[in-house]
């Protein structure tokens, strides 16, 4: 299967997107800012672990170099400053802007060429339900995922010649340790209850999507985003 590298994998979405990839048969590189959670996803997965900082061009030179091969790159590293957009500081802006869209190009950039040299390869970009749902108090976020869908059409007609696939998921609301205060006892049904198919998704709804873009069962799509959302970008469930 070649060399999965996951950005974002210490925990959350990225654990279960690497646990579901080296079930697949892939060789996991775990990347994260936290070290300590890339080597703890990594030994579960029998992989790798590196630490870097995707907002950090340095860094995320460093961490291609020390890979050698890159089959399939999996950009799911983000962060989010949820503030009305009047209280947002300059740095909720630049660090957002900085992880979830200059990562996910200086990533891509840095890990393409080793998919053109080995005759292509496959990129999943992590975007959001939140780039087509806005709602207040989300800040800059909403706008840093929907500039994901676009990065990744741009990346798709450039790079496709060179037969790599480059595809976006949009993840609806999931549980993960970062919203797991959120959904909480009643919580969690009453918000599934605002899903079309009535519940709040897991970890490993999002990584089976992640599975199939990264396998030859969608070897004829690219550029395109799949929202992983339970339906709540086609509108609220009746209730």
Known sequence: MGTAVITGAGRGLGRAMAIRLAADGHHVVAVDLDGEAAERTAATVGGEARRCDVSDWGSVAALAASIEGCDVLINNAGIWRFHALLD??????????????????????????????????????????????????????????????????????????????????????????????????????ERGKKIPLQRVGEPEDIADVVSFLCSDASRYVTGQTIFVDGGITAGRAAI
Not at 115 to 127: C, D, E, L, P, R
Request: charged residues 15%; contains cysteine; glycine residues 10%.
């Open 88 to 189: 947002a500081t300059p740095d909720d802006v630049t660090s957002v802007l900085a992880v979830n869209v200059v990562g996910v190009f200086a990533c891509s950039r840095a890990f393409a060429p080793k998919m053109i040299a080995a005759g292509g390869g496959s990129i999943v970009n992590v975007s959001s339900a939140a780039a087509s749902t806005h709602s207040p108090g989300t800040g800059i976020y909403p706008a840093t995922k929907a500039a994901v869908i676009s990065l990744t059409r741009q990346m798709a007609i450039e790079w496709g010649p060179h037969q790599i696939r480059v595809n976006a998921v949009g993840p609806g609301l999931v549980v993960t340790e970062g919203s797991a205060a959120n959904h909480e006892g009643d919580k969690r049904i």
